[in-house]
């Protein structure tokens, strides 16, 4: 499946299903969905740990380590989408009004090319 193929609350109902069908719900509250969000990032990170441009660059051109990264993409994704299936959040808003929130901390005037957090430019 493509990301144009597929909307967000598919993505949630294919969540959904796979946890009903295991009886997971009672073990996804708050705190555990959080943590599996950041074990997950946790992993993303691993790879690129200790890395310079050109050897991350040579990661995600070999296959192999660019499937597990894809992977551990998914993961993070899982429970992010878990999280807002589970307590209904209406993630694609959330993300929508933050990024209206992050134009106005980074206007482009002041933040193009800059890597500096909002309240230091």
Known sequence: MEDDKITIKQLKEIVKKYCEERDWDQYHNPKELAIGVITEAAELLEPFRFKNEKEMAK???????????????????????????????????????????????????????SNKKYNEL
């Open 59 to 113: 990661i995600l051109k070999n296959p192999e380590k660019r499937a597990k990264i894809s992977e551990e993409m998914a993961d993070v994704l899982y429970f992010v989408l878990r999280f807002a299936q589970m307590y209904n959040i209406d993630i694609s808003d959330a993300f929508v009004k933050k990024m209206e929130e992050n134009k106005k901390k980074y206007p482009i005037e002041k933040a193009k090319g």
